[in-house]
């Protein structure tokens, strides 16, 4: 499809673990979003690429996660030794540049759960 | 940083009737943005506002950007059962780079 795709949908981990997350933007975007979604709560901002470098990580909540881009479309979203409070939904977003006027397209997202 | 409150949490409402609910920032905001999202999808755009005072329109739904650019509102008329769903309010930064949300209105539509 030409919208924003993340796979997996849902993903069920053992705490400990270490997972990945992964977005496909739309095609030609050149600004990557990764959000957070715990339940009850709006999206928390978490980094945003533009091209291939992290131009804001400042919302990832510790240095256990960590996001790449090498190629400048397909983002990682990585989680180490995974922790019950990571539980949430992964929202990924794109958009064709980065400012006020720029729509920014929200994929389905991954629910993560860690038991 | 940036807090956004919106109002009311949850609403329920009859079908065929209007709605409203509104958002409220400590700081200003420069740009409003509404946005909804249905169980087990991403927020979708439905209306963005770029200027204080702007009153904007799609179809059913209607937003002001509030004049001290530390409000906004979304109005939906005559409800229909789709219009269930969770609708957040959202301000980027001045970059435009990240975007703060709301805590949702989840609204409840009886047919």
């Known amino acids: 499809g030409a919208g924003v795709s993340q796979t997996p949908s849902n993903k069920v981990t053992e705490k400990g673990k270490y997972v990945e997350l992964r977005c496909d933007p739309i095609?030609?975007?050149?600004?990557l979003y990764w959000y957070r979604q715990s339940l009850g709560q709006g999206p928390e901002f978490l980094i945003y690429?533009?091209?291939?470098?992290?131009?804001?990580d400042s919302g990832l909540p510790n240095d256990r996660f960590f996001a790449v881009r090498p190629e400048g479309s397909v983002s990682t979203l990585k989680i180490q030794r995974t922790e019950r409070g990571d539980s949430a939904v992964y929202l990924c977003?794109?958009?064709?540049?980065?400012?006020?006027?720029?729509?920014?397209?929200f994929g389905q997202g991954t629910r993560l759960t860690v038991v | 940083g940036q807090q956004l409150n919106q109002s009311p949490q949850s609403m329920f409402i009859q079908e065929g009737e209007d709605v409203s609910m509104n958002c409220t920032s400590s700081s200003i905001f420069n740009t409003w943005l509404w946005y909804k999202q249905d169980p087990g999808e991403g927020p979708v755009l439905l209306i963005a506002?770029?200027?204080?005072?702007e009153l904007t329109s799609n179809g059913r739904l209607t937003a002001q950007f509030g004049i001290t650019r530390k409000d906004s509102f979304l109005n939906i008329s005559a409800s229909i059962p789709s219009d269930v769903g969770i609708y957040f309010c959202?301000?980027?930064?001045?970059?435009?780079?990240?975007?703060?949300f709301g805590e949702g209105t989840q609204l409840t539509v009886n047919p």
């Open positions: 506002l770029y200027k204080a005072g």
């Open positions: 977003a794109s958009s064709l540049s980065v400012g006020v006027n720029t729509e920014a397209f």
């Open positions: 095609s030609g975007h050149t600004a």
């Open positions: 690429f533009q091209g291939t470098g992290a131009a804001d």
């Open positions: 959202a301000g980027p930064e001045t970059s435009g780079s990240r975007l703060t």
